[in-house]
């Protein structure tokens, strides 16, 4: 993959701004492996076409406030930072995202990532003005189709959704459209 980032980059005439991600076993994306991650960044830094510029992780469990799997999360991340630091001292470190960001100073590191609290919702589920917090979304939906649906039948992609095989008669079903306004974009899916 980081190869055919320098390839796409250098086909461009351009220098890839590249950040590498260690999963601190959240299980998305990156590598758990502290020692790929660091050959990763070599690979990176070494590459004409692309410059190593950060190093993130996710948390997975950082808006349960009684869980202490962040705790062990920012303590494995912050030993990894610790050597990163040390190779790659310009690098931007992040790893906090919105109930990181409230719940734990420690996980700022260089930036944090808020996601929910940029849209005014507190991501800890409890009270967003606590924390200063003003709602900057909408959510807007309408229903815009109801379907007769035979026993088997099924909907959307992968066939997401079926009637149950233990349904003795057609179901209804209805289609609700869900889209995201705030000031910036407005996207329906």
Same mark, same amino acid.
């Given at each position: 993959?980081?190869?055919?980032? %320098? ?7 351009? &220098? ?26 070599? &690979? ?47 690098? &931007? ?5 919105? %109930? ?14 808020c996601g929910v609290a940029d849209c ?16 900057? &979304? ?52």
């Open positions: 993959m980081t190869k055919m980032f %320098a390839t796409v980059a250098e086909s461009l005439g351009v &220098i890839g701004s590249a950040h590498v991600m260690f999963d601190s076993v959240m299980g998305v994306l990156g590598t758990k492996d502290s020692e790929q991650v660091i050959a990763v960044a070599k &690979i990176v830094d070494e590459a004409e076409h692309l410059e190593l510029t950060g190093l993130m992780t996710h948390f997975a469990t950082a808006v349960y406030l009684s869980d202490d799997y962040l705790d062990r999360q920012l303590e494995t991340f912050t030993a990894l930072v610790e050597r990163f630091r040390w190779a790659y001292p310009d690098l &931007i470190v992040y790893a906090a995202n919105s %109930a990181a960001t409230f719940r734990e100073a420690a996980a700022h590191f260089d930036m944090v990532r005014g919702l507190d991501p800890l589920q409890e009270d967003a003005a606590e924390w200063g917090l003003e709602r900057a &979304i909408t959510l807007c939906s309408y229903v815009a189709a109801v379907r007769r649906f035979e026993v088997g039948d099924s909907a959307g992609y992968g066939r997401a959704w079926s009637t149950s095989p233990r349904l003795s008669a057609p179901a209804g079903s209805g289609t609700a459209t869900a889209g995201v306004a705030n000031s910036r974009t407005t996207v329906t899916f």
